[in-house]
Structures are given as structure tokens and as C-alpha cells.
């Protein structure tokens, strides 16, 4: 699994210019990249192989969260993404629990 996120992270780097600024298609004047959905398409590609499903069994739940609050700090995940990102991981229980909460309330879980 460690190199599994370790390469990863090599496409994710390799996805960026020289300027360390990601690669984006132009879009009427804006880099795709500049869009939350083009930007969460990204982290999506690079990380879906490698973030964990959500577990069923409670005592497994902090563990999970850990990892993943890992890979997104390995991956420098923006937090505007990382709601998006994690929404699909979750078990259907957990995400009714999340279908009632606004869309700050969710941000501000993730900053």
C-alpha cells in the first residue's frame, strides 16, 4: 500500500509545471484547474486507488479517519476538496448522517 501512495503522489507532482502551479486545459480564459470541479476531478484521479472505504465497525472509524486525514495532508488536498473527496468513501449510514448537515457545516468540518 505505501507504494502504491507513494506513486500516487508521483502522478499528482508529475500533473504540475515547473512553477510547481498544476497543469489545467484553458477554459474561456480560466485553467480547468481553477474550478472546484476540475480540481476535485484531479485529486479524485490521483487518489482513488489509494483512499480507504469507510469502515462498518465503529472501533475501525478512528483509524480510518486518521488515514485519511494523512493522505490528504500527503497530497496537499485544498479544503474545499476534501469533503468531495471523502462523501464517496462513506458507508450509506454515515452519508444520510451527512445529507442533513449544510454545506458550511461540512466545509468547516474539513478546515
Known amino acids: 500500500m505505501e507504494q502504491e ?15 510547481g502551479e498544476p497543469n489545467g486545459q484553458a477554459m474561456g480564459g480560466r485553467r480547468q484547474d481553477d474550478f ?6 484531479r485529486f479524485w484521479d490521483a487518489m482513488r486507488h489509494v483512499l480507504p472505504k469507510m469502515p462498518s465497525e ?28 471523502l462523501i464517496p468513501l462513506l458507508t450509506a449510514q454515515a452519508k444520510a448522517l451527512v445529507n442533513r448537515l ?8 474539513m478546515s
Open 5 to 19: 501512495v507513494r506513486l500516487r503522489e508521483l502522478e499528482l507532482r508529475a500533473s504540475r509545471g515547473a512553477s
Open 36 to 41: 472546484l470541479v476540475g480540481r476535485t476531478k
Open 58 to 85: 465503529s472501533a475501525e472509524l478512528p483509524q480510518f479517519f486518521e488515514t485519511v486525514e494523512k493522505l490528504f495532508t500527503r497530497y496537499e488536498v485544498p479544503g474545499d476538496v476534501k469533503v468531495k473527496l
Open 102 to 109: 449544510t454545506v458550511d457545516q461540512m466545509a468547516s468540518m
